[in-house]
């Protein structure tokens, strides 16, 4: 298995709501990644789990959580978000250089 | 810090036209350097890499070669296709950042039959 899977594909939300974002990889990689891309942008790196362990949080405001309950899954947790937080959320696992991407959660906030 | 300047898009072929993307970086040490393709809708896919000055990397019909003193990693492909229609994104990983990638702005290339 080669793929990192997200889970769900698109998202709508209000602005009060809680929901979750999945990530799995069974590639046995040990870095696992959260970016945010928004439309004709570069991703930008939110979190770095390192060992199932966070190691770069990229000041990301309160309202996204994330976890990693074992070393395959990553879960992206939100609160409470706004309208600017709309965008693509991409996972990316790495294992001696280069990333392997899922195809990402295309979340709106309304 | 680290950086990596593309040449500005968006890119327009036709069809069996040769295509080059421009990539060059600022970084410490020694970077390992990466183009991925992200097609609509759709995550980033590796397309190829290069760990060591002189190296080449290749994948579907694409080559970049790492130029240390030129400081470039850019793309080639000697025939592009209607189905290479995509965004590229230039990237590199150095020893010194906390293994975090640092991307180019992404060039947008349309092709057309």
């Known amino acids: 298995d080669t793929e990192v899977t997200q889970t769900p594909k698109h998202l709508v939300m209000g602005m009060t709501n809680k929901k979750s974002l999945k990530c799995e990889q069974h590639?046995?990689?040990?870095?696992m990644y959260w970016y945010k891309q928004k439309a004709k942008k570069p991703p930008e790196l939110m979190f770095v789990?390192?060992?199932?362990?966070?190691?770069i949080n990229e000041s990301v405001p309160s309202r996204f959580s994330p976890e990693c309950p074992n070393s395959s899954l990553l879960n992206l947790h939100l609160h409470a978000l706004q309208p600017e937080d709309s965008a693509l959320y991409l996972c990316?696992?790495?294992?001696?250089?280069?990333?392997?991407f899922g195809s990402g959660t295309r979340l709106t906030v309304v | 810090g680290d950086s990596v300047t593309q040449m500005e898009g968006p890119v327009t072929l036709s069809e069996e036209a040769f295509l080059t993307i421009n990539c060059t970086y600022t970084?410490?040490?020694?970077?390992?350097l990466f183009w991925y393709v992200q097609y609509p809708g759709e995550g980033l896919q590796l397309l190829l890499k290069?760990?060591?000055?002189?190296d080449k990397g290749s994948n579907k019909g694409f080559e970049a070669t790492y130029r240390k003193e030129t400081t470039s990693f850019h793309l080639e492909k000697g025939s592009v296709q209607v189905s290479d229609s995509a965004v590229y994104f230039c990237?590199?990983?150095?020893?010194?950042?906390?293994?975090?990638?640092?991307f180019g702005d992404g060039t947008t290339l349309t092709v057309k039959p």
């Open positions: 590639m046995g990689h040990r870095a």
């Open positions: 990237a590199l990983i150095s020893n010194t950042n906390a293994g975090k990638s640092t």
């Open positions: 290069a760990t060591k000055a002189d």
């Open positions: 970084a410490t040490g020694y970077p390992s």
């Open positions: 990316a696992s790495s294992q001696l250089g280069g990333y392997t």
């Open positions: 789990y390192s060992y199932e362990k966070l190691s």
